[in-house]
């Protein structure tokens, strides 16, 4: 060989060497690299050849099963797994495919432990392209399930207690129909009640005016015929008929004051109230006028507060005041001084009215009796009264939608109150 050839040769060689050694630096810096990036994942990283052979892992694969990197490759992958057939499924798909996406696994570590995973594999070639094995990476989802099936369970939890609640509403609510259906017919009875009394109320007002009325016509022949025997035959009457004839016709005058009595009771029912404003003040000023007069020889002493102004019938509480101030007089007169007060309280809806007398009073088991038609409570020789002005007053108030009372003791005096209400409707 020449000198020149054998230096060329060498020279070559050398190229060569340092070829080889360039390119298995190249080598040992990518095996490095793909290393650290393998072991960079937090989740598990596995390489697999063609015959589903475990070629490469990172730290956190082994983790996950328990088993340490050596033992792992060369290993079936699909031996860690709780479903190996289902694993070999998603292997054989990625070849087929050339991927596969959130593939459902379970891994089951050396202690037992289940590990819920989602697998994501591609294929991975050679230089000539024929694929010679696959990468896949497992994410954990693990607590992502336990969170789901918690959150299913405070779902059906909620589900359960929403439907008892409905349930429970529905019942109530049942209930309710019942109870508005029940409520509805004893409305319904009670209008028919309040009908038939009302209708009742406008007979016996009727039946109370016929009566008082066709009553008069006889009523003045008896006073007439009376007065005829006493003016033309007075003298020759003995006295005992005399005496008769006086009886008749007190009584006959008591009877008309019943009767005009019963009239203005009967009207009271039929008659439409006129209700305006007005200052009660003035209405109880007149009415004292002729008592006073009347009585201007006793010893009375009227205690009268200053009165509110009212919405109601002028009329018909000039009657009220009438009967209850002259009821006050009649029941004093056998007191050597009497006190008469009338006051007054302002409630929150209602105004209340009372008259305070130191007369003869009453027992007060009776009081059920004082505001009914011919009800008395003492005898008529004691205190003249037909028993009807009382009935007059509940009826009258009863009307403007108030209320009448009373309270007493015997030889100890009496209160009469009646209340009317603050507001202006008819």
């Not at 007439?224 to 025997?229: I, K, Q, R």
Request: some cysteine.
């Amino acid at each position: 060989m020449k000198k020149g050839n054998k230096s060329e040769a060498a020279t070559l060689h050398q190229k060569t060497e340092v070829t080889l050694q360039d390119s298995e630096e190249n080598l040992r810096n990518a095996y490095h690299y793909t290393r650290s990036l393998i072991e960079a994942s937090l989740d598990p990283l596995v390489t697999i050849n063609a015959e589903g052979k475990i070629t490469d892992v990172n730290l956190a694969t082994e983790k996950a099963t328990g088993f340490p990197r050596n033992t792992l490759i060369g290993t079936d992958f699909s031996d860690y797994f709780t479903e190996p057939e289902k694993a070999r499924i998603g292997f054989q798909k990625t070849f087929e495919n050339g991927s596969v996406i959130d593939y459902p696994l379970s891994i089951r570590h050396t202690s037992n432990k289940i590990i819920d995973v989602v697998y994501n594999a591609n294929v991975y070639r050679n230089e000539q392209g024929k694929v010679i094995g696959v990468f896949a990476a497992a994410r954990d989802i693990t607590e992502r399930n336990r969170v789901r099936e918690k959150r299913a369970s405070e779902l059906i939890i909620a589900n359960k207690e929403l439907a008892f609640q409905n349930e429970e509403k529905q019942k109530l609510t049942d209930e309710l129909i019942i109870a508005n259906k029940e409520l509805a017919f004893q409305n319904e009875e009670k209008q028919k009640s309040a009908d038939e009394l009302i209708l009742a109320n406008k007979e016996l007002e009727t039946f109370s005016y016929s009566v008082s009325h066709d009553l008069r016509a006889p009523l003045r022949h008896i006073n007439g015929y009376v007065d005829l025997l006493l003016s033309r035959f007075y003298d020759s009457l003995p006295e005992k008929g005399r005496h008769y004839l006086d009886n008749i016709a007190d009584s006959s005058r008591q009877m008309g004051t019943l009767i005009d009595d019963l009239l203005q009771f009967s009207r009271i029912g039929r008659q439409e109230k006129r209700l305006v404003d007005f200052d009660m003040n003035i209405i109880v000023n007149e009415v004292l006028v002729p008592l006073k007069q009347d009585n201007h020889k006793r010893n009375i002493e009227w205690r009268i507060a200053t009165l509110p102004h009212v919405y109601a019938d002028q009329a018909l509480l000039r009657l009220v005041w009438t009967n209850l101030l002259n009821n006050a007089v009649k029941f004093t007169c056998t007191r050597e001084k009497t006190i008469i007060e009338i006051a007054v309280l302002d409630e929150n809806d209602e105004f209340i009215f009372s008259i305070h007398d130191n007369g003869v009073g009453f027992d007060m088991q009776y009081a059920h009796k004082l505001f009914g038609v011919f009800q008395r409570l003492h005898p008529t020789d004691e205190f003249e009264g037909t028993g009807i002005g009382l009935a007059n007053v509940h009826h009258i108030i009863l009307r403007h939608g108030g209320r009448t009372w009373a309270e007493a003791e015997p030889d100890k005096g009496a209160t009469f109150y009646f209340s009317l209400p603050k507001n202006k409707e008819d």
